[in-house]
Every structure is written in structure tokens, then in C-alpha cells.
């Protein structure tokens, strides 16, 4: 996916509808059918929480498989200031 949430959370829907659907999804959570298909919709934003119960169930259910590869990737300084001066300002809060 590269970072493009739009076509990974409209692929997990997809998955979603043609495996066990919202309803056994949302049974099996304990969260409301339109509240699960709201999550995963175009605007939707699930909570880690809930996206992670998700991948599990389905995992249990039809066993999935999700990988994650980790990156580093270079901080990003606010424009103007010195690495070391954000740094600091980190370490405060």
C-alpha cells in the first residue's frame, strides 16, 4: 500500500463484505454494524484499538494474514529551526 489508507482501508471493507460481513464483524466486536462500516468507509478513521480487534477477528475467522514493514525515515524539523532546538522542545513535553 506504500502509505495510501484510502485503498488499504476500501480493500479491508471489501475484504470484510465478501468474508464474514459487518454483522458478524460487528457481533463478534461488540460494535454496531453502522459504527464498524462508518470506521471503515471512505472518511472513517478507526481507533487502533478497534482496527487491531478487526484484523484479529478476521485473522481468527478467515485467517488473514497482515505484514507490516517498519522504514525510518528521516525527522521533520519545523521550517527554520535547528534539529537540536525541536529536540529539546521534544524532550520538555
Known amino acids: 500500500m506504500e502509505g495510501d489508507l484510502p485503498t488499504a482501508k ?3 471493507r471489501d475484504y470484510i463484505n465478501a468474508t464474514v460481513g459487518f454483522a458478524h464483524l460487528g457481533q463478534a466486536l461488540g460494535i454496531p454494524v ?3 462500516m462508518r470506521m471503515y468507509g471512505p ?3 478507526p481507533r487502533a484499538d478497534n482496527l487491531l ?3 484479529a477477528r478476521l485473522k481468527a475467522d478467515t485467517g488473514l494474514a497482515v505484514r507490516v ?3 525510518a525515515v528521516p525527522w521533520q524539523t ?3 529551526k535547528p ?3 525541536w529536540q529539546r ?3 520538555k513535553n
Open 69 to 71: 514493514d517498519a522504514i
Open 78 to 80: 519545523q521550517p527554520g
Open 10 to 12: 476500501a480493500q479491508l
Open 43 to 45: 472518511s472513517g478513521n
Open 34 to 36: 453502522k459504527s464498524l
Open 89 to 91: 522542545e521534544c524532550r
Open 53 to 55: 480487534a478487526a484484523l
Open 83 to 85: 534539529i537540536r532546538d
